[in-house]
């Protein structure tokens, strides 16, 4: 069983800054991509960034330039550094991670989410 655990998240003044971290624990063989996704009220779930093995990155464009994603694959972590925040970055931030892990059939691949972390920019 994998567990990704979130957390970072809060309450920030519009311009502030925080930093969202997700850790991946359990039987992990290896980890492919990982990223981060949001949800604000009434609206789906869209891409913020993803980040593969090899550290090559992906952004939406609401977020290029103010939010940076990186990893440690080491610790089977991967973070998101959110500066210059707007109130329209107000959200439940949900990490995921596209995994190898083991299974009575052998070796499979997994994708898991984490349950969220409330991120809260005041205007």
């Known amino acids: 069983q994998v567990r990704l655990v979130e957390s970072g998240g809060g309450l920030v003044q519009a311009g502030g800054s925080l930093r969202l971290s997700c850790a991946a624990s359990?039987?992990?063989?290896?980890?492919?991509?990982m990223g981060w996704y949001r949800q604000a009220p009434g609206k789906q779930r869209e891409l913020v960034a993803t980040?593969?093995?090899?550290?090559?990155?992906n952004y939406a464009d609401s977020v290029k330039g103010r939010f940076t994603i990186s990893r440690d694959n080491a610790k089977n972590t991967v973070y998101l550094q959110m500066n210059s925040l707007k109130p329209e970055d107000t959200a439940v931030y949900y990490c995921?991670?596209?995994?190898?892990?083991?299974?009575?059939?052998?070796?499979?691949?997994?994708?898991?989410w984490g349950q969220g972390t409330q991120v809260t920019v005041s205007s």
């Open positions: 995921n991670a596209d995994l190898v892990s083991t299974s009575s059939y052998g070796l499979r691949q997994y994708n898991y």
């Open positions: 359990g039987i992990i063989v290896s980890i492919n991509a």
């Open positions: 980040i593969t093995s090899g550290s090559s990155t």
